[in-house]
């Protein structure tokens, strides 16, 4: 057996251990998020709380992971007291931000009429140019809520996304998708994904995506923070084949249920003829965007998660 065949068993094999593990860990999620379906929003805030806390101290590994990724991110601009202050906040807001989501489906509607937009203007002026809009997000923040409150206030909106590996767990996600009347795009098979976000812009209408996480398939290494990391090529690929604008787009929180979206002017990518140099220059210009957006409100990125695994590869 050779060096790469060895490689590609191993990691089969450890793709199984961890599709095994998620489902052990995430079946108790559905009867978690019934229970707080029930439960006063006070005493869920409390539990959120307590929760995050659980979160920081007993999450060694996401907790050490968080600080390499924040070292990465900020060089030496920052102490270890500051970082750690940031990885702590990020950690226990993913929490709130998994605790809020059985209250917005409950009593979305209310929750969505609280909901701030600045700039709500850009999506009208995108939306006239005729050519959909790409809106480019990351996972700052409840961006969920975000996609909930745009799609309620009658935008045409489906959005791209990893879909559950425990059918389990995905069976429940589509469940939520429906009752938030949302419309997502699972990323897999990719063929259909690329189909689906086409058709969704030659409709004149929005796409969400988020480019901020680590891609293994069909990714190019794209400087982050000043460190390449495995890029998805998607974003730069659809704005340049569509013509639509990049609407950069976040949610931050503002207090308990309580957030602000924010909509930044929308812009276009250039085209020079060289598809390669166009896609790469495209991603860039896409990651600085989103790094601007982690910079403007980092302590609800989810810094636990290894965006920089692939990293070595571009070295």
Known sequence: MTKKERAERNYRFKRKVKAKL???YSWPAKPIFQ???MLPPPVVRILSEMSGVLFWTFGYK????AMKNLRIAYKNTLTDKELKSIAKDSMTNVLKTFMEGP???RNHKKIVNDVIIEGEQYIDEALKKGNGVLALGSHTGNFLLMLATLTLKGYPLSFVFKEPSD???SDHF???MKELNL???PVKPRSVATKRSLKTLKNKEILWLATDQNVREGSIGVEFFGTKAATAQGPAVLALWSGAEIL???IKRIGWLKHKIIIKKPFLLEKTGNKEEDIYAGLKIINGVIEQMILDNPREWWWIHNRWKQSHKYQ
């Open 103 to 105: 209250l917005i489906v």
């Open 183 to 185: 419309n997502p795009i």
């Open 174 to 176: 589509w469940k939520l």
């Open 167 to 169: 059918k389990g767990f």
């Open 62 to 65: 996401l907790r050490k992971l």
């Open 248 to 250: 950069p787009m976040t």
């Open 22 to 24: 998620r489902a052990f």
């Open 35 to 37: 229970l707080m379906m």
